[in-house]
């Protein structure tokens, strides 16, 4: 799981894990939403083809952080300037991925909160 989560996201902090007595730090994704346009601009060459390498300047000039990223649309990458559909197509796909995965580490968050809760009761 812990391999899966370091795909699925870019940057990592360190965060205590308390199942031994001993604290023991592990390496957690920061979330999408703090991502800085500097963390954008590295999921884009990580994620995005060598063509669409080229956009890493455009991304940087409308300061795309993580929280823009989630919200971007075929139109928003229209507007910047991505006037090649296929590119468009192959950012946004990224895009969604990264959605889905920030939607499922949140989800799987709650539930862990869920489960801390129902053993506190």
Not at 25 to 47: F, G, I
Not at 78 to 93: A, P, Q
Request: with cysteine; hydrophobic share 35%; glycine share 2%.
């Amino acid at each position: 799981k812990a391999t899966s989560r370091s795909n699925s996201e870019m940057v990592e902090e360190t965060v205590p894990v308390a199942k031994t007595k001993q604290p023991k730090m592990t390496a957690r994704p920061k979330p999408v939403y703090m991502w800085t346009v500097a963390d954008t601009l590295k999921w884009l060459r990580r994620h995005c083809t060598d063509r669409c390498a080229q956009y890493q300047e455009l991304f940087q000039r409308n300061e795309i952080t993580g929280r823009t990223l989630l919200r971007i649309t075929d139109d928003s990458l229209h507007r910047m300037g991505i006037l090649d559909e296929k590119d468009r197509d192959d950012i946004l796909r990224e895009i969604i991925k990264q959605r889905l995965k920030t939607d499922i580490m949140e989800i799987r968050d709650m539930e862990l909160m869920n489960n801390v809760y129902q053993n506190c009761i």
